[in-house]
């Protein structure tokens, strides 16, 4: 069988001195950091979607990637083919995992029915290509936002009819992600949400997709799906407000309909920017709550307001993501996922190894840094002097619980406060620099 990107060989690690644009300058999957090999700690992922559906369109133009498949009118064989692109681009990649929308990798039928024939026509194909490569599915989800019938939401929609459908759709999309053992299974608000409150019962819309939630929860146990569920945070688009704004936002609703241990959360880089926080800021706010499950590896551009899904080239927020990660234990069925696509002016299929490239240097680099920060403990140290007021005497008692208000006020009058120490931000910053630039 022809490959497919023949104008790419396999892409191999040759160290940062390299000038070969198509290879691998910092990420050398075997080489082994604080016990565990970087393909270990890092466990890449390709989208389906961006990477095999993505046609470079944006509100304002026609698409413009340049894709060998685009030639095939036949949806189901051009599915087929993606099937083999794909498998083919992760080999030469080296990559182990990808994950999927169910409608990226097949088209929909005349009904329901139809629609999942065909899956289950496609998925035969994707199962042949894992057993030959040996590579794995990171998670699967449903696409309940792109068809016009959820142009109200799915869960969240104002007609039975439509949660029903979705309803449906994510039992099937369950199954198929457990035929292919599946490491998880993501939700995606998509159009959980609202446009105006003036037409909106929250209440209602809240409640159904909390039962909608469970509702999986509960057949995944009935089918022995034991991978773990995610929810992936975002606060707007399509909707001005969506229900699974940020971290916290989504933890509060978990613990209102009791599903606060059945789901972790699956980070992506672009939302938090849109949440108006910090990429660290959402991975810390998942790990000290418990959460801390899988990353949508991305980037956005600060000068817009919207979700650019840019291949991440940051090294400072992949440093800083991959320190969460490590101390939370590293990653157990999450992994990196590249949610980004290309630039519309990248129309190439050599575009896409180059975007990978990147992306992977890029997350291998904060890895490493990431890890030499940890084994020297440069922030702990100083985090833990910081707080060291917590450790003794009042602090103490109040960490114990052994004080309340009245104590407090006696001890305040006999001894105001004392000894506040800066936080030497710009000095931490600097050391920061310091471990990225060597």
Known sequence: MREIFNQVKKIEYKGPESTDLLSF?????????MGKKMKDHLRFAMSYWHTLTGEGTDPFGQGTM????????????????????????M??????????????????????EETNRILDEIVDEIEKEMKRTGIKLLWGTANCFSNARYVHGAATSSNADVFAYAAAQVKK?????????GEGYVFWGGREGYETLLNTDMNIELDNLGRLLNMAVDYAEE?????????????????KHQYDFDTATVLGFLRKYGLEDKFKMNIEANHATLAGHTFQHELA?????????????????????WDTDQFPTNIYDATLAMYEVLMDGGFTTGGLNFDA??????????????GYIAGMDTFAKGLKVAAKLIEDKVFEGVIEERYSSYREGIGKEIMENKVGLKELEVYAKE?????????????????????IFN
């Not at 300058?25 to 950091?33: K, L």
């Not at 089918?223 to 909707?239: A, D, L, N, R, V």
Request: charged share 30%.
């Open 25 to 33: 300058r910092y990420y050398n999957p075997e080489e082994v950091i």
């Open 66 to 89: 340049v894709r060998s498949w685009n030639e095939i009118t036949d949806p189901v064989e051009k599915a087929k083919y993606r099937v083999r692109a794909g498998f083919e681009f």
């Open 91 to 112: 080999e030469k990649l080296g990559m182990e995992y990808f994950c999927f929308h169910d409608r990226d990798i097949a088209p929909e039928g005349k009904d329901l």
């Open 173 to 181: 999309a369950l199954e198929i992600t457990k035929r292919l053992n």
């Open 223 to 239: 089918i022995g799906f034991t991978g773990q569920f995610y929810i992936e945070p975002k606060p707007k688009e399509p909707t």
């Open 285 to 305: 706010v998942a790990r000290i709550n418990g959460v801390l499950g899988s990353i949508d590896a991305n980037q956005g551009d600060l000068m817009l307001g």
């Open 341 to 354: 696509k290309l630039r519309r002016g990248s129309f190439e299929e050599v575009d896409l190894f180059y």
């Open 415 to 435: 001894n105001g406060v004392r000894n506040i120490k800066s936080g030497r931000q710009e000095l931490l910053e600097t050391i920061l620099n310091k471990y």
